[in-house]
């Protein structure tokens, strides 16, 4: 009410530029009246409370926008699943499936058998940190044929640690020392699903997370079929894996949801909700 705005730009000698939000009010028409709708399933363990997954919901509604597609989500509990309480018959009525990040034992075999499904059924799958991690997991065990394979944070004595921390993590007792944080460049594999979303053979994405994909492993899970598409530069850490044969099958080990924005969502989850709207 008092042009206080307007004030320092005369005394800075400012010319106002001129009001051009016709791109914004074209995504907020397309959020509130979409042309598609689909239904999300997100199998997580911390589902009772919401919004331990915000970040993924709102890259949701961004690449919603984008594509002028309505987002419904469906909440799956994974330790109901672990339990017996229901059977992953409850993402039958879904377009596609993410597997968010987490920590600890609970809900990550609910978590695998989502997987599973999802990755027979030809569903759309996206897999963010331990998402990725349990992918691997899942398809050491039914399509490598590693009985027991497993992610050291979960069995630390499994005969198959597929996922583990590297060797020199071993030797830092402080857990928040050995993680992989914040920012880092992440190196692209031409010919890829991911190489083809992000257009480019490098992206920066934003990490949280201890455990990697074990080395020791990497050549029978690619001579099954698994691709890593993504790794760390300068270094054999693996940060994105796919399926070429399948719709969509992508796990990170960063999140992507991180650097998603209205104006711009996050080439992962556009290309994620392209594949469950087809």
Not at 181 to 208: C, M, N, P, W
Not at 219 to 248: D, Y
Request: proline share 4%; glycine share 10%.
């Amino acid at each position: 009410r008092q042009n206080l705005v307007e004030l320092i730009m005369q005394k800075l000698c400012i010319k106002p530029s001129k009001k051009d939000l016709k791109n914004w009010e074209g995504l907020v028409e397309k959020i509130k009246n979409p042309k598609k709708e689909v239904t999300i399933g997100i199998t997580g363990k911390y589902t009772a409370l919401k919004d331990a997954y915000v970040s993924i919901k709102e890259a949701l509604v961004h690449a919603g926008a984008h594509n002028d597609c309505r987002v419904n989500i469906k909440w799956i509990e994974t330790t109901d699943i672990e339990d017996g309480k229901q059977t992953v018959g409850v993402l039958k009525d879904c377009d596609g499936m993410i597997v968010p990040g987490g920590f600890g034992e609970r809900g990550m075999e609910g978590k695998i058998q989502c997987i599973k499904y999802a990755r027979e059924k030809g569903m759309p799958f996206l897999g963010l940190c331990l998402g990725m991690q349990l992918a691997v997991v899942e398809f050491a065990r039914n399509v490598c044929g590693l009985e027991g394979a497993n992610t050291t944070e979960s069995d630390p004595n499994t005969k198959h640690p597929v996922v583990d921390l590297l060797p020199e993590q071993k030797r830092i007792v402080y857990k928040g020392a050995t993680m992989r944080l914040g920012g880092h460049d992440v190196q692209i594999k031409e010919g890829t699903l991911a190489y083809k979303l992000y257009g480019s053979t490098k992206t920066r994405e934003r990490f949280r997370h201890r455990w990697e994909i074990n080395e020791n492993y990497f050549k029978v899970l690619e001579e099954k079929g698994l691709v890593f598409s993504g790794k760390a530069i300068g270094e054999e850490v693996m940060q994105i894996a796919e399926l070429p044969r399948h719709k969509f099958f992508l796990g990170t080990q960063f999140h992507p949801e991180f650097t998603s924005r209205l104006e711009r969502p996050n080439p992962l989850f556009n290309g994620f909700l392209k594949a469950c709207i087809k």
